[in-house]
């Protein structure tokens, strides 16, 4: 059972508005959360994280939001650009104490297109 | 910055043949991870590591063997490859404490026939 959900497969915007990307969690125990991004043959690098002890961490373009009781968070990206096309992997992790140590749950990823 | 190589970019093998698929990290991290990547299905833990001779297996471990004797290399084998193994490979480290972010290496694409 799919416990971090990225329900759209894909995502185009145009080049200038912003981009929105959506992850939706299922596991309560679930406290801080990361966003990746990748490019064909290469592999994911870090964009953003937030804890559960916030609901909004900004750099830059980038803005992730955090709803802990709807279990859902997002990723903002203002203003997108033709070079923010990529595939957007969501990854929640328990940081805090557990068994998980250091592992992440990946969501399916959301390919973003930014149309110039 | 951290570092993170995999011994081959491309790799075509044919189905029965064993294979090997390396990681190297040069930061000193404990945890190592494999996972591989396919279209639809996200990235996929197959086998992590928290430290040397210690191996964890993920979610899909079938088909797949680790090796980790030394802290800075993880290797993943597929005893007898299968066509139902081509896939994008990704190792990834991290650190023990203080971060729970994971760097990942640029990927292996094995393509078995």
């Known amino acids: 059972d799919q416990q971090v959900k990225q329900n759209s497969p894909s995502l185009s915007v145009q080049e200038g508005r912003i981009s929105i990307l959506n992850c939706d969690y299922t596991n309560s125990m679930f406290d801080y959360f990361l966003w990746y991004k990748k490019y064909p043959a290469e592999g994911p690098t870090f964009l953003i994280s937030i804890s559960s002890i916030k609901d909004k961490n900004e750099d830059g373009r980038f803005t992730v939001f955090l709803n802990k009781s709807a279990k859902h968070l997002s990723l903002h990206i203002v203003p997108s650009q033709p070079g923010d096309s990529a595939v957007y992997f969501c990854?929640?992790?328990?940081?805090?104490?557990?068994?998980?140590?250091?592992?992440?749950?990946f969501g399916k990823g959301t390919k973003l297109s930014v149309k110039p | 910055d951290v570092k993170v190589t995999q011994s081959s970019r491309y790799l075509v093998k044919r189905t029965g043949e064993k294979v090997f698929l390396e990681c190297v990290q040069d930061m000193d991290h404990e945890n190592m991870f494999w996972y591989r990547q396919d279209p639809g299905l996200g990235l996929r833990l197959i086998y992590f590591s928290y430290d040397v001779k210690m191996k964890e297996k993920g979610d899909i471990p079938e088909g797949y063997s680790v090796s980790r004797e030394k802290k800075e290399r993880f290797s993943l084998i597929l005893e007898s490859a299968s066509t139902n193994q081509t896939s994008m490979y990704l190792c990834?480290?991290?650190?023990?404490?203080?971060?729970?972010?994971?760097?990942f290496g640029p990927g292996t694409r094995l393509t078995v026939l």
């Open positions: 990834a480290s991290s650190p023990w404490l203080g971060s729970n972010e994971q760097f």
């Open positions: 990854a929640a992790t328990q940081a805090s104490g557990g068994g998980s140590q250091g592992n992440l749950i």
